[in-house]
């Protein structure tokens, strides 16, 4: 006895082994296909002359108004450079005045110290008769009239 087996090519279906025709083949496919097969109440159908066209992700009043927040910001910078120079020219101007006040200051003190040095006091000294005693660290004996 013969028995014979259906093949397995052969798969019966109304779609003849091939997938349905109004299964969607793109996931991001939205439209339901029915081939005019199924009624469409109840389920929502495009309309070409209504379709939302998707806007571009730069809109005009976005780029208006990112090219007028970049023209404030290089304002901004512009008028600190510009600060900031004025006040470096400032700060050497005042650095230049210090030094020059300071070098009157050191000859000042350089004449001073040389009218009231030790070298004019002890030829002032001389000329009024003053006599020379030495080195000051003579040790100076103290006599007791009790011996």
Not at 53 to 68: E, G, M, Q, R
Not at 102 to 111: H, S
Not at 116 to 142: H, S, W
Request: charged content about 25%.
């Amino acid at each position: 006895m013969n028995v014979i087996t259906p093949s397995k090519n052969k798969r019966k279906g109304i779609s003849g082994g091939k997938p349905a025709k109004n299964k969607k083949k793109n996931f991001f496919d939205k439209a339901f296909n029915t081939d005019g097969s199924a009624p469409n109440h109840g389920r929502r159908i495009k309309d070409p002359k209504n379709k939302i066209s998707n806007l571009p992700a730069f809109t005009p009043w976005k780029i208006v108004l990112a090219v007028f927040l970049i023209g404030f910001c290089g304002i901004i910078y512009i008028s600190h450079v510009f600060n900031t120079q004025q006040t470096l020219t400032e700060v050497n101007q005042l650095e230049a005045e210090y030094n020059k006040a300071l070098r009157i200051y050191q000859e000042k003190r350089l004449t001073y110290e040389r009218l009231t040095g030790p070298k004019v006091i002890y030829q002032k000294a001389r000329e009024l008769g003053f006599v020379n005693a030495g080195p000051a660290d003579q040790i100076i004996y103290i006599r007791t009239d009790t011996e």
